[in-house]
T-cell receptor, first 113, second 121 residues
Framework: EDKVVQSPLSLVVHEGDTVTLNCSYE??????LLWYKQEKKAPTFLFML??SGIEKKSGRLSSILDKKELFSILNITATQTGDSAVYLC?????????????WGLGTSLAVNP | GAVVSQHPSWVICKSGTSVKIECRSL??????MFWYRQFPKQSLMLMAT?????????EQGVEKDKFLINHASLTLSTLTVTSAHPEDSSFYIC?????????????????FGPGTRLTVL
């Protein structure tokens, strides 16, 4: 059965700290891995990763995929209180026309001032 | 780009009534839209996949007669919760895939609407 496991489930840090969020996956017909940030409302897209070893970067956020070991990490440097959110990881499974995302439970990040 | 709207953003209704939620892709066409449900402090639970011009595909355990989905155009999908009961109270979120990226890995990306908070009294 397909699954995506995120760790830790929750994390509390101080502003300025660097955090690493983990995501491991077992997804049949895996094609890509996606990271989303969810604050109070619906998730907003962060990254999509398809190739191993190629870092995607956006400001203080970066992410990388290891398709051999079946995991991805999301790094946030110099955290700010605005980074407080739930970070969701999802694996994209391609099986004909039935493409859907397999979601992890998320990592709840709280950044304290 | 890739903006998805949802309406209403919140709704309160009486038990036994039906509620319709609209999901629109504003600046792209979406052959596929997804409907999720999310309980507090839990992850997204996929309810159904909505394909334009065809019947929706429901996930196991989701009653298709209770959660009616219509995907009438490339930019609009609707979810109707029929005969709503208090246990249907939840946060309902739709997402859409951009048709222009169909067949590519970029087409895996789902863009989410802001969600609809449903409370059934």
């Amino acid at each position: 059965e397909d699954k995506v496991v995120q760790s830790p489930l929750s994390l509390v840090v101080h502003e300025g700290d660097t955090v690493t969020l983990n995501c491991s996956y077992e997804v049949t017909n895996f094609r890509s891995l996606l990271w989303y940030k969810q604050e109070k409302k619906a998730p907003t897209f962060l990254f999509m990763l398809t190739s191993s070893g190629i870092e995607k970067k956006s400001g203080r956020l970066s992410s990388i995929l290891d398709k051999k070991e079946l995991f991805s990490i999301l790094n946030i440097t110099a955290t700010q209180t605005g980074d407080s959110a739930v970070y969701l990881c999802a694996g994209a499974s391609y099986a004909g026309n039935n493409r859907k995302l397999i979601w992890g439970l998320g990592t709840s990040l709280a950044v304290n001032p | 780009g890739a903006v998805v709207s949802q309406h209403p953003s919140w709704v309160i209704c009486k038990s036994g009534t039906s509620v319709k939620i609209e999901c629109r892709s504003l600046d792209f066409q979406a052959t596929t839209m997804f409907w999720y449900r999310q309980f507090p402090k839990q992850s997204l639970m996929l309810m159904a996949t909505s394909n334009e011009g065809s019947k929706a595909t429901y996930e196991q355990g989701v009653e298709k007669d209770k959660f009616l989905i219509n995907h009438a155009s490339l930019t609009l999908s609707t979810l109707t919760v029929t005969s709503a009961h208090p246990e249907d109270s939840s946060f309902y979120i739709c997402s859409a895939r951009d048709r222009s990226w169909a067949g590519t890995s970029k087409g895996d990306t789902q863009y989410f609407g802001p969600g609809t908070r449903l409370t059934v009294l």
